[in-house]
T-cell receptor
Framework: DGGITQSPKYLFRKEGQNVTLSCEQN?????MYWYRQDPGQGLRLIYY???????QKGDIAEGYSVSREKKESFPLTVTSAQKNPTAFYLC???????????FGQGTRLTVV | QKEVEQNSGPLSVPEGAIASLNCTYS??????FFWYRQYSGKSPELIMS????GDKEDGRFTAQLNKASQYVSLLIRDSQPSDSATYLC????????????FGSGTRLLVRP
C-alpha cells in the first residue's frame, strides 16, 4: 500500500517530556517536510529535507529536532524546549525540485 | 520573510455559483504554485498545481496565475456543499532551499 504514514494519529504527553512523531513514505520521494498547524491557522514549516543526511530549519524550528538517516523516514522530535507543543503536525513529501508535495494524515499532539 | 497571503473568509456562496479564491505572494522568484483543500480535522489534499502564467483547468476547478502581479487564484464552478472546506495556497521558494510556503487559508462555505 503506497503512501505517507504518520503515526500515531493521536498522542498525549505530559509537559516536559520529549516525544517523537513518525513519518514514513514508500513513494521514493526525495523531499520531506514537517509542518505545524494550530487551530484556525495555516501551516508553518518546522524542518525540511531534500536529501538523505541533510535537512534545514524552517520558520519555527526552535524546540524541535529531526533526522534523515533513510530516504523513507523523517522523524520529528518535539523537545521539552518547545514552549507550546500542542498542535496538529503534518508530514509532507515530494519529488526533488519544483513539484507538488503530498501530505500524510497528520498527528494530533496534546501536551498536558 | 517571504509570505503567501490569503483572505481568511469565510467566503459564502450559494450552491451552483462560482467561488473565487485569491492569493498573493511576495517572493518574485517563486515559479510553482499549488492549491490544497483541507476539510476540518483532516490533512490538506492537493487539488491544483500551476507553473506558468494563464489559466489551468481541471474539471470544475480553474487555477489562474499572474506572475507580474504576484497573484494566484482558484475558481470553483458549480460549487457544491461538499466543496465547503479551507483552501490553502502554497508557493515554492526557488532559492537554494526549495521551501514550500503556505498561506493561512480561506474558508469556503457553500450554502445548499
Amino acid at each position: 500500500d503506497g503512501g505517507i504514514t504518520q503515526s500515531p494519529k493521536y498522542l498525549f504527553r505530559k509537559e516536559g517530556q520529549n516525544v517523537t512523531l513518525s513519518c514514513e513514505q514508500n513513494l521514493n520521494h526525495d523531499a520531506m517536510y514537517w509542518y505545524r498547524q494550530d487551530p484556525g491557522q495555516g501551516l508553518r514549516l518546522i524542518y525540511y529535507s531534500q536529501i538523505v543526511n541533510d535537512f534545514q530549519k524552517g520558520d519555527i524550528a526552535e524546540g524541535y529536532s529531526v533526522s534523515r538517516e533513510k530516504k523513507e523516514s523523517f522523524p520529528l522530535t518535539v523537545t521539552s524546549a518547545q514552549k507550546n507543543p500542542t498542535a496538529f503536525y503534518l508530514c509532507a513529501t515530494g519529488l526533488q525540485g519544483a513539484t507538488e508535495a503530498f501530505f500524510g494524515q497528520g498527528t494530533r499532539l496534546t501536551v498536558v | 520573510q517571504k509570505e503567501v497571503e490569503q483572505n481568511s473568509g469565510p467566503l459564502s456562496v450559494p450552491e451552483g455559483a462560482i467561488a473565487s479564491l485569491n492569493c498573493t505572494y511576495s517572493d518574485r522568484g517563486s515559479q510553482s504554485f499549488f492549491w490544497y483543500r483541507q476539510y476540518s480535522g483532516k490533512s490538506p489534499e492537493l487539488i491544483m498545481s500551476i507553473y506558468s502564467n494563464g489559466d489551468k483547468e481541471d474539471g470544475r476547478f480553474t487555477a489562474q496565475l499572474n506572475k507580474a502581479s504576484q497573484y494566484v487564484s482558484l475558481l470553483i464552478r458549480d460549487s457544491q456543499p461538499s466543496d465547503s472546506a479551507t483552501y490553502l495556497c502554497a508557493a515554492l521558494q526557488m532559492d537554494s532551499s526549495y521551501k514550500l510556503i503556505f498561506g493561512s487559508g480561506t474558508r469556503l462555505l457553500v450554502r445548499p
